[in-house]
T-cell receptor, first 115, second 115 residues
Framework: AQSVTQLGSHVSVSEGALVLLRCNYS??????LFWYVQYPNQGLQLLLK??????LVKGINGFEAEFKKSETSFHLTKPSAHMSDAAEYFC?????????????FGKGTKLSVKP | GAGVSQSPRYKVAKRGQDVALRCDPI?????LFWYQQALGQGPEFLTY????????KSGLPSDRFFAERPEGSVSTLKIQRTQQEDSAVYLC?????????????FGPGTRLLVL
């Protein structure tokens, strides 16, 4: 069965610093992977997705993620954090065991940005 | 255009009451998913519809949970005889077609509190 693991439930960075949120997956087949962001009292918004094309995926708001098969990782990065990036971030993988591809989510990483 | 909407946004129920949660997907979206997000956790899959057909209900935690989408648009998730462990945010998502790589668009969720 597929699973998604996010390392670190809380990450704190200073404004302008590099953001790195870690995600590892387990899958016996090439995965489809997603990063979503959730602001308080809002639904999840897609940041980016990997669908086996380019391994470096660029998303919205300056975020990008690199798919590394050898490390089974799909870490999310942003070169310079902004206060508005404070939110909870979820990594998700496509569930191949499901009928049409429901998502399997990690437990989330809450990002805090200090001024 | 309008996104996915859910109502009510908040629901407080006494244990044993029945509740109904509504999801209005993006117009024309074929696929509709329900997820349950417990406090501090990532969303977990409940059920999936393609048009009016419920193709996967493997995530429904008990027979007290029932979902329908009779005309292939609006969906209702019903929970009978609510229990305290049902307290969670219930998220609805829709996608345009039925392929695995398509983006799922999420609503803001319904926060259910069972007392």
């Amino acid at each position: 069965a597929q699973s998604v693991t996010q390392l670190g439930s809380h990450v704190s960075v200073s404004e302008g610093a590099l953001v790195l949120l870690r995600c590892n997956y387990s899958s016996s087949v090439p995965p489809y992977l997603f990063w979503y962001v959730q602001y308080p009292n809002q639904g999840l918004q897609l940041l980016l997705k990997y669908t086996s094309a380019a391994t470096l995926v660029k998303g919205i708001n300056g975020f990008e993620a690199e798919f590394k098969k050898s490390e089974t990782s799909f870490h999310l990065t942003k070169p310079s954090a902004h206060m508005s990036d404070a939110a909870e971030y979820f990594c998700a993988g496509m569930n191949y065991g499901g009928s049409q591809g429901n998502l399997i989510f990690g437990k989330g990483t809450k990002l805090s940005v200090k001024p | 255009g309008a996104g996915v909407s859910q109502s009510p946004r908040y629901k407080v129920a006494k244990r044993g009451q029945d509740v109904a949660l509504r999801c209005d997907p993006i117009s024309g979206h074929v696929s509709l998913f329900w997820y349950q997000q417990a406090l501090g956790q990532g969303p977990e899959f409940l059920t999936y519809f393609q048009n009016e057909a419920q193709l996967d209900k493997s995530g429904l935690p008990s027979d007290r949970f029932f979902a329908e989408r009779p005309e292939g648009s609006v969906s209702t998730l019903k929970i009978q005889r609510t229990q305290q462990e049902d307290s969670a945010v219930y998220l609805c998502a829709s996608s345009l077609g039925g392929t695995r790589t398509e983006t799922q668009y999420f609503g803001p969720g319904t926060r259910l509190l069972v007392l």
